[in-house]
Nanobody
Framework: QVQLVESGGGLVQAGGSLRLSCAAS????????VGWFRQAPGKEREFVGA????????YYGDSVKGRFTISRYNAKNTVYLQMNSLIPEDTAVYYC?????????????????WGQGTQVTVSS
């Protein structure tokens, strides 16, 4: 089992930055692909990005490409989501998730473990 805990959310003005962290405990984190998803009120869960356990390849949703960056620090069992140039449309609860596969990175159903989420609010 892998337990995930997100942190770093908060309120930020448009154009600002935030860095979210996803800390893992349990089984070897380095062998899991980690994804970030978000969900705004009344909307479906949206893929933000993912980082592969094999070679650290990264994948991003179209709405965040060029603004968000995912990195991982396996020695600390932590994955980061650096969010720059934030816009009000980025307001959502952000979740990290982990899967033991390395495919279909944008498919939430593939992910076996989920955190509880952290709120990000971007004011205009």
């Amino acid at each position: 089992q892998v337990q995930l805990v997100e942190s770093g959310g908060g309120l930020v003005q448009a154009g600002g930055s935030l860095r979210l962290s996803c800390a893992a405990s349990g089984r070897t984190f380095s062998s899991y692909t980690v994804g970030w998803f978000r969900q705004a009120p009344g909307k479906e869960r949206e893929f933000v990005g993912a980082i592969s356990w094999r070679g650290g390849s990264t994948y991003y949703g179209d709405s965040v490409k060029g603004r968000f960056t995912i990195s991982r620090y396996n020695a600390k069992n932590t994955v980061y989501l650096q969010m720059n140039s934030l816009i009000p449309e980025d307001t959502a609860v952000y979740y990290c998730a982990a899967m033991s596969y390395d495919t279909e990175h944008d498919a939430s159903a593939r992910y076996e473990h989920w955190g509880q989420g952290t709120q990000v609010t971007v004011s205009s």
